[in-house]
């Protein structure tokens, strides 16, 4: 199959490309940064943006099936970088040049917690988009992941990094959001198995790890992985809480407004379908998390 690949530069989309290439699909992959390219046989890279369609619009074309991963975390909007510019503008158009020319798979990544009366403004963007994509796409497979952790991810990575400056680490409140994180490699298969699995049609699944664990257990067994004696205590959630509307906006800030609200309410899934369905086993954290932390 000829699969076209948004944020085939990202952390998931390089992992989901590898996968592609080691199932035997030819990729059309969509980038903007020569530099972080995968020299990979079977994959042609288009240097264009999503926001531009016409700077990738002939290629896609001659695809069979559109794997979307494009999404921030994290808002520029002085840079022109917003949720609903990144989630639904940019769905908007690659769905409209995949229906145009009748592609016969689109898989998009969305997230968990993704709902119509979704409190973040994060969510809310990803809602508008899967909408849109049920909307104009016949066979569309949506997937919510939870927190995405692996070789180069953002959140464990971050938390681990923090941890190696300092004796002293702190949570809020009680450290206990509940999170079922889940490994990029489960991520990948997903996606790549659910082009060619007629179980996926029309389906929209969630996408959690193989344990729940409190932010606090999550600090805890970064610490018992590396082996570091971290002293963890806890910073109340409201003088978090009042920082983050003051500074949640700025660009130094280590988390955002849509970030905390997100962490407070939590991220777990009810459903484990998609493994079922797509012939996927679940990795151990724990396991996955001693072949890269350090």
């Given at each position: 199959?000829?699969?076209?690949?948004?944020g085939s530069t990202g952390f998931?989309?390089?992992?989901?490309?590898?996968?592609?290439?080691?199932?035997?699909?030819?990729?059309?992959?969509?980038?903007?940064d020569k530099s972080k390219t995968?020299?990979?046989?079977?994959?042609?890279?288009?240097?264009?943006?999503?926001?531009?369609?016409?700077?990738?619009?002939?290629?896609?074309?001659?695809?069979?099936?559109?794997?979307?991963?494009?999404?921030?975390?994290?808002?520029?909007?002085?840079?022109?970088?917003?949720?609903?510019?990144?989630?639904?503008?940019?769905?908007?158009?690659?769905?409209?040049?995949?229906?145009?020319?009748?592609?016969?798979?689109?898989?998009?990544?969305?997230?968990?917690?993704?709902?119509?009366?979704?409190?973040?403004?994060?969510?809310?963007?990803?809602?508008?988009?899967?909408?849109?994509?049920?909307?104009?796409?016949?066979?569309?497979?949506?997937?919510?992941?939870?927190?995405?952790?692996?070789?180069?991810?953002?959140?464990?990575?971050?938390?681990?990094?923090?941890?190696?400056?300092?004796?002293?680490?702190?949570?809020?409140?009680?450290?206990?959001?509940?999170?079922?994180?889940?490994?990029?490699?489960?991520?990948?298969?997903?996606?790549?198995?659910?082009?060619?699995?007629?179980?996926?049609?029309?389906?929209?699944?969630?996408?959690?790890?193989?344990?729940?664990?409190?932010?606090?257990?999550?600090?805890?067994?970064?610490?018992?992985?590396?082996?570091?004696?971290?002293?963890?205590?806890?910073?109340?959630?409201?003088?978090?809480?009042?920082?983050?509307?003051?500074?949640?906006?700025?660009?130094?800030?280590?988390?955002?407004?849509?970030?905390?609200?997100?962490?407070?309410?939590?991220?777990?899934?009810?459903?484990?379908?998609?493994?079922?369905?797509?012939?996927?086993?679940?990795?151990?954290?724990?396991?996955?998390?001693?072949?890269?932390?350090?």
């Amino acid at each position: 199959m000829k699969v076209f690949l948004t944020g085939s530069t990202g952390f998931v989309g390089k992992e989901v490309l590898k996968k592609l290439v080691e199932k035997g699909h030819n990729v059309v992959a969509l980038a903007r940064d020569k530099s972080k390219t995968l020299d990979l046989d079977n994959v042609i890279y288009v240097y264009g943006d999503i926001l531009k369609p016409e700077t990738y619009e002939k290629y896609l074309r001659e695809c069979d099936a559109v794997i979307h991963l494009v999404g921030i975390i994290k808002e520029y909007p002085d840079k022109g970088v917003t949720f609903e510019k990144m989630h639904f503008e940019a769905t908007k158009n690659i769905v409209d040049i995949a229906s145009k020319y009748s592609i016969k798979r689109f898989v998009h990544m969305s997230a968990n917690g993704t709902r119509q009366d979704a409190v973040s403004n994060y969510h809310k963007t990803k809602y508008m988009a899967e909408e849109y994509v049920k909307s104009k796409i016949k066979n569309y497979t949506i997937f919510r992941p939870s927190v995405i952790y692996g070789p180069g991810d953002i959140f464990i990575n971050m938390l681990n990094r923090f941890m190696k400056l300092t004796p002293f680490f702190s949570y809020f409140g009680d450290g206990g959001y509940k999170m079922q994180p889940v490994s990029v490699f489960e991520v990948a298969e997903l996606f790549v198995n659910a082009l060619t699995n007629e179980n996926s049609l029309a389906k929209t699944y969630s996408v959690c790890g193989n344990k729940v664990l409190t932010y606090k257990q999550i600090l805890k067994l970064i610490m018992a992985v590396t082996k570091r004696r971290v002293l963890l205590f806890s910073v109340p959630e409201f003088i978090i809480s009042a920082l983050v509307k003051l500074f949640g906006k700025t660009t130094w800030f280590p988390i955002t407004t849509d970030q905390f609200i997100m962490l407070v309410e939590g991220n777990t899934c009810d459903d484990d379908s998609c493994f079922r369905d797509l012939n996927v086993v679940k990795r151990d954290i724990e396991e996955v998390l001693k072949g890269y932390l350090k």
